[in-house]
């Protein structure tokens, strides 16, 4: 019987992922709600049991892909690679236009940019404490200290090492996690109660699933603007990262 439902969710490998991680977020936003008072967003949670599980897989399998490993649920190696998460990038990008980013007005443009440039700045400073010396890996640490959609984009168009890539996402995984928790306590004392400062503050942050995470905490009807500019944010990394700034830290290292 065992043998028989391995094979059943070998078979469709893709639709047990997704059964899979639906059931981890119902568990996640259960947690929140129980436990935590919706105070500790459920994605924030989910992506806490991801890495757990992630770990977990890893070390009952000695391999190097977590739960993919495992034949049941190798599925997850798809959902999670780079096909499905470059379609994720452009879907989010199709809702929003430039017409709606300078609604934002120059404060929102101003962040944006400035968000941008910040996070690389501030990977690339860390990977070359770090140890980095070179360009690429330089400018995808960067990226992942924007998101962790930009890090692997980058580090992908440049040919960045594995390891190089997994650092990236580990670093944006880290930052989305700390928006998400962090945004519900710290929203009243620097007035995050508007769609203009949730526009700004998308804009400064960029990651999305962190930015909606937290608004989402703080009040729902504020995250389609914080996740509007932190869409763009994502779209403006992923073109700068591979070119600009890698054209930028090639001079300067």
């Known amino acids: 019987m065992s043998q028989a439902l391995e094979k059943l969710l070998a078979d469709y490998a893709l639709v047990t992922a997704f059964a899979l991680v639906g059931g981890l977020m119902v568990l996640s936003y259960f947690i929140s709600g129980k436990f935590t008072g919706r105070r500790i967003h459920g994605s924030a949670i989910a992506i806490f049991l991801g890495l757990v599980l992630a770990y977990l897989g890893g070390v009952a399998t000695e391999g190097d892909h977590g739960l993919a490993d495992i034949p049941a649920l190798a599925g997850i190696g798809l959902m999670g690679g780079a096909m499905i998460r470059d379609l994720a990038i452009v879907s989010t990008a199709m809702g929003?236009?430039?017409?709606?980013?300078r609604e934002a007005g120059p404060g929102g443009l101003v962040a944006l940019l400035l968000g941008v440039a910040i996070s690389f700045f501030i990977g690339a400073v860390i990977g070359y404490l770090g140890g980095y010396r070179d360009a690429v890996s330089l400018a995808t640490i960067g990226g992942g200290a924007a998101t962790y959609i930009v890090g692997p984009v980058t580090g992908t168009a440049l040919g960045a090492s594995s390891e190089v890539i997994a650092l990236s996402v580990a670093a944006g995984l880290v930052k989305s996690v700390l928006v998400m928790t962090a945004t519900p306590f710290v929203a009243r004392?620097?007035?995050?109660?508007?769609?203009?400062?949730?526009?700004?503050?998308?804009?400064?942050?960029?990651?999305?699933?962190?930015?909606?995470?937290g608004l989402a905490a703080t009040d729902p009807?504020?995250?389609?603007?914080?996740?509007?500019?932190?869409?763009?944010?994502?779209?403006?990394?992923?073109?700068?990262?591979?070119?600009?700034?890698y054209f930028v830290l090639r001079a300067l290292v």
């Open 96 to 101: 929003v236009s430039w017409r709606e980013l």
């Open 189 to 213: 004392r620097i007035g995050l109660d508007n769609p203009r400062s949730a526009m700004v503050f998308g804009g400064l942050l960029g990651t999305t699933s962190g930015v909606a995470g």
């Open 221 to 245: 009807k504020l995250v389609p603007y914080g996740a509007m500019t932190a869409t763009f944010y994502t779209g403006i990394g992923c073109l700068v990262g591979p070119s600009i700034v």
